[in-house]
């Protein structure tokens, strides 16, 4: 199974690799990932997570791209998802799944120096797509902790409905049905 294909039939897609994140934001190694073209993606992951329906989700976009489609202003990057910044007007009506009511996005900007498989999956998409960015939130469910090990991954796909994971260093997608 390609990832890709998975995220534009609209599949959510857990995606567990390397060392876990440190601190209040999913970068990519213990991330939900879906299509950020999907105006229903606030609600469907929402649901999936447990949380509450206003609860608004991040971007992880490729940095070279960052400034084509976010006002960055003197913002060189933002890799740790830290500032909620304005979605160019134009590019409003292609990542819907992204912004939030007041029209901003809480962005990562990712290099395939900072996360090269993470990057390589961002690039993939966008040369499918011409989307360079993937809606991303954290690897857990409601009141629980990102998950920390593989096991914790395969029991978060085990009782929710996340569709499937993504194992990059393994270069595997799991199914439990």
């Known amino acids: 199974m390609d990832v890709i294909d998975l995220l534009e039939q609209r599949k959510v897609v857990a995606i567990f690799q390397g060392k876990c994140e440190a601190g209040p934001r999913a970068l990519g190694n213990r991330s939900l990932l879906y299509d950020p073209r999907d105006p229903d993606a606030s609600k469907k992951v929402n649901k999936i997570k447990g949380r509450e329906w206003w609860r608004p989700f ?31 007007e134009e590019k409003k009506d292609l990542i819907p799944g992204v912004i939030h009511v007041d029209g901003t996005s809480r962005i990562q900007t990712v290099t395939e120096e900072q996360n090269h498989a993470y990057y390589h999956l961002i690039k993939r998409f966008y040369e499918r797509t011409g989307i360079p960015l993937l809606f991303n939130t954290s690897l857990n469910l409601s009141g629980d902790v990102i998950a920390y090990t593989k096991q914790d991954a395969l029991d978060i796909l085990e009782k929710s409905e996340i569709d499937y994971l993504y194992l990059p260093e393994e270069d595997d997608v799991v199914c439990i049905s």
């Open 58 to 88: 991040a971007g992880s976009i490729m940095l070279e791209y960052a400034h084509e489609w976010f006002e960055m202003l003197t913002l060189k990057e933002t890799p740790y998802m830290m500032y909620s910044i304005p979605v160019k």
